[in-house]
Nanobody, 123 residues
Framework: QVQLVESGGGFVQPGGSLRLSCTAS????????TGWFRQPPGKEREFVAC????????YYAVSVRGRFTTSRDNVKNTVFLEMNNLIPEDTAVYYC????????????????WGPGTQVAVSA
């Protein structure tokens, strides 16, 4: 079992930046592929980005490509989501998810989830 906790969310004006962290605890001797998802108000959860165990491979949703970057520090058991040039449409609860085998955009294929962190973008 691995436990995930997101942090770094908050309120920001359009054009601003935030850096989310996803820290793993528990059975972290094995690394995990990690995905980022978000759920905007009144909408379904959607894929944002994912990163492989080693960090060599990353994939992004079209809506965030060029603005968001995911990276990881396996020594610290932490995955990051750097979000730049934020727009109101980025307002959502952001979740990280991990899986030992799956790397991709399907949320139902990830075994472990954090509780989420709120990001609000508004003038």
């Amino acid at each position: 079992q691995v436990q995930l906790v997101e942090s770094g969310g908050g309120f920001v004006q359009p054009g601003g930046s935030l850096r989310l962290s996803c820290t793993a605890s528990g059975r972290t001797n094995s690394t995990y592929h990690t995905g980022w998802f978000r759920q905007p108000p009144g909408k379904e959860r959607e894929f944002v980005a994912c990163i492989s165990k080693t960090g060599r491979s990353t994939y992004y949703a079209v809506s965030v490509r060029g603005r968001f970057t995911t990276s990881r520090d396996n020594v610290k058991n932490t995955v990051f989501l750097e979000m730049n040039n934020l727009i109101p449409e980025d307002t959502a609860v952001y979740y990280c998810a991990a899986d030992p085998d799956y790397l991709g955009s399907q949320d139902y294929d990830y075994d472990y989830w954090g509780p989420g962190t709120q990001v609000a973008v508004s003038a």
